[in-house]
Nanobody, 126 residues
Framework: QVKLVESGGGLVQAGDSLRLSCAAS????????MAWFRQAPGKDQHWVAV????????YYPDFAKGRFTASRDNAKDTMFLQMNDLKPEDTAVYFC???????????????????WGQGTQVTVSS
């Protein structure tokens, strides 16, 4: 079974960049779709980026387009989230998640993901 471990969070100022990592040990072809979610205090989890591991294709919500980029390193079984021009409203715990299966659609909701990392805190000060 896949195990996910995030790293790279921290405290930054508005306008700065951060790169999050998600090491995915035990990942198989059944975990072709992986995603980044975030959860701000008092709010539900929300998807940030979804990636299809097999071809690297990605899908983003509007708030992430142009600022966030998901990528992966096949050799290291690691997924990344490059976040640029960070804003205070980006403050949240960021999670990576793995979907079991290879759907033809983009899973966008937390319940569609079966394996989660422990999360990494990102705090953006104004």
């Amino acid at each position: 079974q896949v195990k996910l471990v995030e790293s790279g969070g921290g405290l930054v100022q508005a306008g700065d960049s951060l790169r999050l990592s998600c090491a995915a040990s035990g990942r198989t072809s059944q975990n072709d779709v992986m995603a980044w979610f975030r959860q701000a205090p008092g709010k539900d989890q929300h998807w940030v980026a979804v990636m299809r591991w097999s071809d690297g294709s990605t899908y983003y919500p509007d708030f992430a387009k142009g600022r966030f980029t998901a990528s992966r390193d096949n050799a290291k079984d690691t997924m990344f989230l490059q976040m640029n021009d960070l804003k205070p409203e980006d403050t949240a715990v960021y999670f990576c998640a793995a979907h079991t299966g290879s759907p033809s659609y983009w899973p966008l909701f937390p319940y569609e993901y079966h394996t989660w990392g422990q999360g990494t805190q990102v705090t953006v000060s104004s």
